[in-house]
């Protein structure tokens, strides 16, 4: 067999296994053994406490985040907004009876095997009104 024969199907041969590992690294996949799931994920999920007890507060809250014209309100007990939106928001949170609470730039991605929304996970501590 010719010289260029015996390299064009080593070649092939290359090429194939780096298309397998191309495969295997582009994470999902079964593979891996990783699951990518339909599932659906908020860009922010808040918890409320009381900034004087530590205490949760549940009910009656308002979470509001905002990325330029953008915006989304979650009310208790789920407070999560933005479904499945990367960006990067100001997160503002309400209760009757206590000061508003805001923090600005909370930064929303997608990565890992499954190109998944990483979530961001903030803890707000209002301070009562009085």
């Not at 590992?21 to 990783?34: A, D, I, P």
């Not at 009910?59 to 990325?67: A, D, L, N, S, T």
Request: aromatic fraction near 6%; proline fraction near 3%.
């Amino acid at each position: 067999m010719p010289t260029y024969q015996r390299e064009n199907r080593s070649m092939g041969k290359l090429r194939l296994a780096l298309s397998g590992v191309s495969l295997l690294l582009s994470g999902c996949g079964e593979l891996l053994g990783t699951q990518c799931s339909d599932e659906g994920r908020f860009a922010v999920d808040v918890e409320v406490r009381d900034a004087r007890t530590g205490g949760a507060l549940t009910e009656g809250v308002v979470v509001i985040i905002r990325e330029g014209a953008y915006a989304d309100t979650a009310r208790s007990p789920v407070l999560a907004a933005g479904f499945e939106r990367p960006g990067t928001y100001d997160v503002r949170v309400q209760k009757a009876g206590y000061q508003e609470w805001t923090q600005r730039g909370v930064q929303v991605t997608r990565g890992g095997g499954c190109d998944r929304l990483r979530s961001a996970r903030i803890t707000a501590q209002l301070q009562p009104a009085s």
